[in-house]
Nanobody, 124 residues
Framework: QVQLVESGGGLVQAGGSLRLSCAASIRTFSSSAMGWFRQAPGKEREFVAAISWSGGRTYYPDSVKCRFTISRDNAKNTVYLQMNSLKPADTAVYYC?????????????????WGQGTQVTISS
């Protein structure tokens, strides 16, 4: 059974940093693209970052580019999201997602498995 478990969320002040982790129990993790999405109250789920199977390609929307970094450790079946210079607008539940393909994109439809989410709250 596939499981994605996020951790690392919490409450930080604006300008601070957080590092999210996602531990994946997927046999094919090392060949799967991974992504992070977020959803704020009353808003649609939003793409945050994606990484290809090897880590060689990463994708970000303009809203987080240069502030967030996605990475992965295939030996540990874990993907990370380093978030710096956090803003109150970054407040949301953050979800980890796994794709059955090796190169994922910005659409949630490209991902097949989802974690339960971790809350990130940025105070002003």
């Amino acid at each position: 059974q596939v499981q994605l478990v996020e951790s690392g969320g919490g409450l930080v002040q604006a300008g601070g940093s957080l590092r999210l982790s996602c531990a994946a129990s997927i046999r094919t993790f090392s060949s799967s693209a991974m992504g992070w999405f977020r959803q704020a109250p009353g808003k649609e789920r939003e793409f945050v970052a994606a990484i290809s199977w090897s880590g060689g390609r990463t994708y970000y929307p303009d809203s987080v580019k240069c502030r967030f970094t996605i990475s992965r450790d295939n030996a540990k079946n874990t993907v990370y999201l380093q978030m710096n210079s956090l803003k109150p607008a970054d407040t949301a539940v953050y979800y980890c997602a796994a794709s059955k393909t090796s190169y994922g994109g910005s659409s949630s439809f490209e991902y097949d498995y989802w974690g339960q989410g971790t809350q990130v709250t940025i105070s002003s």
